[in-house]
């Protein structure tokens, strides 16, 4: 999977057993430099609240194959919205 700044993931349990409550998160970009388990990657991002505003940044650690894309981004920045909240 491949992310772009401006997606938006809903982050569970199948990304990282420490998503015991799902959080909603917009991507900033991925960090490509660091040496991580196959399969895992560090993503820089926003915690996005109920309304979709940004409340913290952050970086997690998450498996690629557990991540759900809510909102795939646009080439532009702009965001395409491909599942229903």
Do not use: C, H
């Amino acid at each position: 999977m491949r992310l772009n700044p401006g997606d938006v993931l809903l982050l569970t349990k199948k990304a990282s057993i420490q998503f015991t409550k799902p959080m909603t998160f917009r991507v900033i970009g991925v960090v490509t430099d660091w040496i991580t388990y196959d399969g895992w990657v560090w993503v820089d991002g926003y915690q996005l609240d109920k309304k979709g505003d940004a409340v913290e940044k952050r970086r997690v650690f998450v498996q690629a194959a557990g991540l759900r894309v809510l909102k795939a981004a646009i080439g532009d920045g702009r965001v395409k919205r491909t599942q229903r909240w």
